[in-house]
């Protein structure tokens, strides 16, 4: 066995698992696409057993190989054998990153981007004095020009929020009422610059649910996208900021699904010693999705919940993001919420788990595959008759808006966090809450 394979061979015996049976192939979505034997995690699996074996060197057809695939879990959820190929796919772009390093446009946005948040809030404040050049497209999105091909020509991206999460939420917001607990608000990069409003609405379900919410300026970005693509030791250099920046909260609540599992993934690929790994455990124990903290640990009443007036009348679905449905095991708690409340309709769409082919940086390098994947949740959506789709990952938000967009259907697609607010009175009627914070 080669010795530089430090990461990969961490999971040897979750490669070894796999018997081949092909399972995965009606399931990855990467695979119902391309028919691709190496998309499929049975051929990752081979690729990486050949590795192990000195039989595979780290070619870049072999990170090719790896790089193709969304993380989704979808083939681990059926698997026989439940082969972790997440696992064995992000520490084989571990092994390839330090060998041969990752492509230059990862390494330097990784690197010397995203793991300085003041730089990062600079860049994309700049970017916001220039996105005007960008055609709009409906509410809040705009469409890349033909010229950007490589990130995704057409497609409709979010606009740079006027005002920054951390510019118009204080770092200490009381419980209303007796503090149940002391939570740590992580808001993730695409909460916290493109939509702080979702951010702005978790914190006042937490705080009207008696959680004094701490929103610590010193949080970094959760680093999944970085350490999910390979660059294990950028990711670890953020895991150990946000250890420190949610020190003394009893709990680290995030209204991002991706944020969540990445987060919770810390012990699993980046600690460097046993000591390290029981601190990632500790901090990984007390992360919770927003959806399931205030089901699960708060246990709201659904009758203390108050629709949003603007959605009064309206079918809405809900489309389960991997990141929280495989990854955190929480499909139940919306659904309960949604269920909830008041003055709305909930349907189920078909395959609401169906992966919505976002994937990170996949839907850049690997758009046409990605578009193919999302172009089935716009059927499973209109199969629904929905008016809009509820979810709780900003980046599968982005995703479905862009796919519905290229549909040309103009459906909404929100975040849970904006649905609803919590009644402070037995007092408060129908559209009579309490006004949330302004969108300044
Ligand atoms: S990864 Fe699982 S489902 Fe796929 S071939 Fe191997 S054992 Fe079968
Ligand atoms: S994680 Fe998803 S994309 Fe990757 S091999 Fe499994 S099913 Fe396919």
Redesign the pocket.
Known sequence: MPETLENVRKFAADVA?????????YYCPVYREEKDEKA???GK?QLIRFLLKGEQELTEGFYGAIDNCLLCKT?VQ????K?R?DHAVIAARGDYAAERGLPLSKSLVFRHVLSRRWLFGWALRVASWFQFLLPRGEGKFRHLPQFLTALGAGRAVPEIAPKFLRDSLPERNPAVGERRYRVGLFSGCATEYMFPEVGRRIVDILTGLGCEVVFSRAQACCGAPVFFSGDLETGRNLARQNLEAFEGCDYIVTGCATCGSGLADYPVYLSESPEEKARFEAFAARVRDFNAFVIDVLAAEPGRFQLEPRFRGKTVTWHDPCHLTRHQGVAAQPRKILNALEGLRFVEMPDADRCCGLGGSYSITHHDTSKKIADHKVAGFEASGADAVVTACPGCIIQLRDALSRHGNGAEVVHIGELFRVKRSALDGPGDGPAPTADP
């Not at 059926?78 to 054998?81: H, I, L, V």
């Open positions: 698992q796999c018997m081949k049976c092909g399972f995965c192939s499929l995690a049975r699996n083939c059926y698997c026989p054998a082969t190929i």
